[in-house]
């Protein structure tokens, strides 16, 4: 009579039979989405009330961001780097052109840090956006969460699309306010 290991319903069988639904659950949970892409506010739409999105985003991870940057993603790396969004924007009605860049640093150390690297004069604290918020004439950055948002007058477009300070901090408000839902 011959009877196969893989026949039996000893304990050998329970102890493969559980390593293998063990090992099924594990590898199900790493191909689920994480909550960093999935729960991203920024890739399901943008409502932002005034303002009007010009292209697609971007999106940027530690393998290609310097493409988007030169000399900067120092900064951004060591402290805890995953994504970078970039979309550009029109204040609604006018031809105010604005950038804004959504890093997702992975907690909200590292995106406490960069905004202590990019909130410096000339330029004024800004109270009631995220944990901390500074603005200037020419940009506004505060972070909430994992996130570092740093808003500007799009380098690109010509200096009749230039945005005002207030359209600037507007659009600051806004992310903050789609971060919060």
């Not at 985003?57 to 120092?74: C, D, Q, S, V």
């Not at 995953?82 to 609604?92: A, E, R, S, T």
């Not at 009605?93 to 406490?112: P, T």
């Not at 200096?159 to 507007?170: M, N, Q």
């Amino acid at each position: 009579m011959h009877s196969s290991i893989l026949n039996q319903k000893g304990p050998f069988h329970r102890i493969t039979s559980g390593f293998a639904l063990v090992l099924l659950l594990l590898i199900l949970c790493q191909c689920a989405p994480s909550d960093t892409i999935a729960n991203h506010p920024f890739l399901h739409g943008l409502d932002f009330k005034g303002f009007e999105q010009k292209g697609p985003l971007l999106i940027y991870n530690r393998k290609n961001i310097f493409e988007y940057m030169n000399g900067e993603a120092e900064n951004y790396l060591p402290n805890g780097f995953i994504f970078l969004y970039v979309g550009k924007f029109l204040v609604q009605g006018r031809d105010a052109e604005m950038l804004m860049e959504v890093y997702d640093m992975g907690s909200s150390k590292g995106a406490g840090s960069l905004f202590r690297i990019y909130a410096r004069p000339p330029g004024e604290a800004l109270a009631g956006i995220g944990e901390e918020a500074w603005k200037s004439k020419s940009r506004c950055v505060f972070h909430r969460g994992p996130y570092f948002i740093r808003v500007t007058a799009d380098p690109t477009a010509g200096l009749d699309f230039r945005p005002s300070p207030e359209d600037i901090e507007a659009l600051a408000w806004e992310a903050n306010r789609v971060l919060g839902k």
